[in-house]
C-alpha cells in the first residue's frame, strides 16, 4: 500500500493495480471525468466521441447521435 502524496491516505491496492505509477488516491486526482460512446456518423467507420457528465445538453446530444445508428 501505498500513501497519498497530497492527503495522506491509504491508495487502495485496486487503484495500484491499474495505475503502478500513482501519487494520489481517486479523490486528489486531477483526472477529469467523461461520458464518452461511439457515433456512427458514416457506415464504414465511427468515432469515440467524449463529453463532460455535468454537461447535459451535450450527454442529451451525444445519446441522440448513439440511438440515430440503432
Known amino acids: ?22 501519487q494520489t488516491c481517486v479523490t486528489c486526482s486531477g483526472v477529469q471525468k467523461y461520458v464518452g460512446a461511439m457515433v456512427y456518423d458514416h457506415k464504414t467507420a465511427g468515432r469515440v466521441v467524449f463529453v463532460r457528465p455535468e454537461n447535459k445538453q451535450a450527454v442529451h446530444t451525444l445519446t441522440r447521435f448513439v440511438n440515430r445508428g440503432r
Open 1 to 22: 500500500m501505498r500513501t497519498c502524496a497530497r492527503c495522506k491516505s491509504m491508495i487502495p491496492t485496486s487503484r495500484l493495480e491499474v495505475l503502478p505509477e500513482t
